[in-house]
Nanobody, 122 residues
Framework: QVQLVESGGGSVQAGGSLRLSCLAS????????MGWFRQAPGKERDFVAA????????NYADSVKGRFTISRDNAKNTVYLQMNSLKPEDTAVYYC???????????????WGQGTQVTVFS
């Protein structure tokens, strides 16, 4: 059983930064791809970013390219999402996910965290 626990969410003014963390436990973290998704109220869960097991491949949604950076520390079983130049439209619950291969759709990930709220105010 895999457990993913997100942290680092909060409220920030537009233009500010936050760093989300996701701590994984329960299996060999370094063997699996990791992703971040977000869901705003009344909307579907959308892809944000993903990183391959060995960190050689990163994918980003167009809406966050150049502002968000995904990274991982396999020694700490943790994946990060550095979010800069935040906008009000980034407001959502952010979820981390784990899967066998890097993907950009939620179906590609089998394990999910409970989410952390990010609120960006203008």
């Amino acid at each position: 059983q895999v457990q993913l626990v997100e942290s680092g969410g909060g409220s920030v003014q537009a233009g500010g930064s936050l760093r989300l963390s996701c701590l994984a436990s329960g299996r060999t973290f370094s063997s699996y791809a990791m992703g971040w998704f977000r869901q705003a109220p009344g909307k579907e869960r959308d892809f944000v970013a993903a990183i391959s097991a060995g960190s050689s491949i990163e994918n980003y949604a167009d809406s966050v390219k150049g502002r968000f950076t995904i990274s991982r520390d396999n020694a700490k079983n943790t994946v990060y999402l550095q979010m800069n130049s935040l906008k009000p439209e980034d407001t959502a619950v952010y979820y981390c996910a784990s899967g066998p291969f890097i993907a950009t759709i939620s179906a590609g990930f089998g394990f999910w965290g409970q989410g952390t709220q990010v609120t960006v105010f203008s």
